[in-house]
């Protein structure tokens, strides 16, 4: 695969504050890459920097090769889909559009097709004459897609564009943006907070944090491998607790020794040992490898979702079984369902469930805030 | 708020709109049409589109001429050039005034508002100090081993005078636009092929038209029937419309200066007429 952006040792401060902190990043010809992270992170400032909005103080953003450093943002082969559109109020659905085309002095009727074709593409045909006042969240974002797509750029940042529609709309939109991509053959480098649409959306996913790349891998490696306890909480739910690794495959943690599949640790090392809710069984008490009593369970449709006191630490468990409030159950894990972590700066902040409720995660949602 | 309440807040200035906007209006409209017995006429009317005087020019030449249509052309003619002036200097400092930050946007303003505090009359009078033969500037040139320049009492010195007096209210409304412009309209033009000129003529331009359009009407109408600077710093040689009907008046011949107001007025509302509706069919954002 080519290599189409390099960003190579890039740091970067605004009023004294560390942004982005050493950053290197490759991205390939026609990937689906997310940058993903809560906000203050530097996704998005690493979006503005290969748009050409920003310029990094130290380091280099490398295109096709070539630094691309001092590339004013019109000169870039690049395009940029903006979080609340930035449609020009002043044009209608067509000139917006247009409005690359126009500048480049394409002949009207070529800049005539193109448009349709657009049009046709993001499933707004008939719309051209229309006020961009007047559509919808929707509508609206598929015109900022259209007019960033017409002139072919090899690349298309994304900054957020879903995150001012409702959730129908932008299921549906992150469908469409996938398969938008995938026709087109454009390289899109998405930037967003939120993890089920990186999970489902991304070919890459960079998980980033205080302005560094915690973890860069595929949906599966990141949400199956995560790096640190930070890429475990982030993503998905994890219960992250203290453990030793006795020796090669055999670690210890929530009072009991386990199997597990992990190897090359230092004989007796501490390390974070993560476990998804929906991996933990629950078997009757005295099968259990571990117990603990239930302190809470809520109906979510499909599973239940409780909370377990193991030990004094609160597990969360996604089960289908149906169990009580106040129950002593059992606990089995299976070899593939514990991962572990070496220790890092994020190890201990995550992973507890005794404050959890729904609405505190609602609370703590990154995205509730716009990034700067 | 009930109907009722509605109205009787309303009271007051309603009183007061028809007692000194309408009826003194009205009184304008009275005058314009009748003689000094009150009774009907059109010859004021006649007067002005008709009436002529010969003016001899500094070479010695001398000419017959439409003295008010000659006036009014000289008023129209200056308060255009006032207007294009103050539009050349106040949208570039409105811009780079909009994208200041935030503490230097409140001294520029302050700046600009602080001639506002002063009275007209001393405003004007500063000015004559400044650009007389033997005034401030003259002596600074000469001082810096220049020729002096003749200015005062030419049409110059009055547009001078003219842009100095008005340039904040160019500068207010298209400021205001500019400040409440979304930042992220310019990078989208910039991301999209556009370099600084065309982002300017493209999008920054376009949506400010409302802001200019508000400018230019809140100009050209006060210097099209500005007097007194003229006088001043034209040295009474470039009479203008606002001039005339002041002469008028102070010599008691009021149907006469009820007549060019009501022709003024009536010129003004048709061209701001005009603009409205201009505006509202072609420029986003100037439908209200």
């Not at chain 1, 949602?365 to 700067?372: H, K, M, Q, W, Y």
């Not at chain 2, 109907?3 to 309303?10: C, Q």
């Not at chain 2, 547009?159 to 310019?186: C, E, N, R, T």
């Not at chain 2, 107001?261 to 509302?269: N, R, S, T, W, Y």
């Amino acid at each position: 695969m080519k290599k189409i952006i390099e960003l190579k040792n890039i740091s970067k401060s605004f009023d004294g504050e560390m942004v982005l902190d050493n950053i290197s990043l490759d991205i390939y010809d026609n990937e689906f890459i997310t940058l993903l992270g809560p906000s203050g992170c530097g996704k998005s400032t690493t979006l503005r920097m290969i748009g050409g909005f920003i310029q990094p103080d130290q380091g280099d953003v490398i295109f096709l090769g070539e630094r691309i450093n001092d590339v004013p943002p019109h000169k870039r082969n690049v395009n940029t889909v903006f979080q609340k559109y930035a449609l020009f109020p002043h044009l209608n659905v067509f000139e917006n559009i247009a409005f690359p085309l126009h500048q480049k002095g394409v002949p009207k009727a070529e800049i005539e097709e193109k448009v349709n074709e657009m049009l046709r593409l993001v499933m707004l045909p008939g719309f051209a004459h229309r006020r961009v006042t007047n559509l919808s969240g929707g509508q609206q974002q598929r015109v900022a897609i259209a007019r960033a797509l017409i002139s072919h750029p090899r690349v298309l940042l994304l900054d957020e564009p879903l995150g001012a529609l409702d959730l129908k709309l932008r299921k549906d939109m992150q469908q469409e943006l996938k398969k938008i991509q995938k026709s087109t053959g454009i390289t899109f480098i998405f930037v967003t907070h939120d993890q089920e649409e990186a999970l489902s959306m991304s070919d890459t996913i960079v998980v980033m944090s205080e302005g560094k790349i915690q973890q860069i891998g595929s949906p599966t490696d990141i949400y199956n491998e995560p790096k640190n306890a930070f890429v475990a909480d982030f993503i998905g739910e994890s219960n992250i607790v203290d453990g030793v690794m006795l020796a090669d495959y055999r670690v210890r943690f929530a009072g009991h020794t386990f199997d597990c599949l992990d190897a090359g640790f230092g004989k007796n090392e501490p390390v974070d040992v993560v476990v998804r809710p929906e991996d933990v069984d629950i078997v009757p008490a005295e099968q259990g490898q571990f117990q603990g009593t239930v302190t809470s369970v809520t109906f979510m449709g499909v599973h239940n979702e409780i909370i377990v006191d193991i030990q004094g630490f609160k597990w969360m468990i996604q089960t289908t079984e149906s169990v009580n409030e106040g129950e002593f159950i059992g606990l089995h894990l299976d070899p593939d369902a514990i991962h572990i972590m070496k220790k890092s700066k994020y190890s201990g902040t995550f992973g507890d469930y005794s404050s959890f409720s729904s609405e505190l995660d609602e609370l703590s949602d990154p995205g509730s805030e716009a990034e700067a | 708020m009930k109907k009722n309440t509605y109205r009787a807040v309303l009271l007051p200035y309603s009183v007061w709109a028809l007692l000194f906007i309408l009826v003194p209006l009205a009184f304008v409209g009275y005058y314009a049409f009748t003689d000094n017995d009150f009774r009907f006429t059109m010859e004021h009317f006649v007067r002005f589109f008709t009436a002529t005087s010969s003016i001899t020019s500094e070479s010695g030449v001398s000419q017959e001429v439409h003295t008010y249509l000659l006036i009014f052309w000289r008023s129209l003619k200056l308060a255009v050039i006032s207007t294009l002036v103050c539009l050349l200097l106040g949208y570039p400092l409105a811009y780079i005034m909009s994208r200041a930050r935030e503490k230097t946007q409140k001294t520029m303003m302050t700046l600009i508002m602080i001639p506002m505090w002063m009275n007209f009359l001393i405003r004007t009078y500063a000015w004559m100090t400044i650009l007389q033969d033997t005034g401030i500037f003259n002596n600074l040139l000469s001082g810096l081993g220049m020729n002096r320049l003749h200015i005062i009492g030419t049409e110059t010195a009055v547009i001078i005078g003219m842009v100095y007096d008005y340039f904040p209210y160019m500068v207010l409304p298209i400021y205001s636009i500019m400040a409440k412009m979304d930042y992220k309209l310019i990078e989208a033009a910039r991301d999209l092929g556009c370099d600084s000129l065309a982002t300017l003529r493209r999008v920054i331009f376009p949506l400010s038209l409302p802001g200019v359009i508000s400018g230019v009407t809140m100009v050209l109408i006060p210097s099209i029937s500005t007097f007194y600077i003229s006088q001043k710093l034209g040295s009474g040689k470039f009479f203008l419309i606002g001039d005339a009907i002041e002469g008028q008046y102070v010599a008691n011949n009021l149907h006469f200066a009820a007549a060019m107001a009501f022709i003024l007025m009536v010129i003004l509302l048709v061209a701001m007429a005009l603009v409205k509706y201009v505006t509202a069919r072609y420029v986003y954002g100037g439908e209200e």
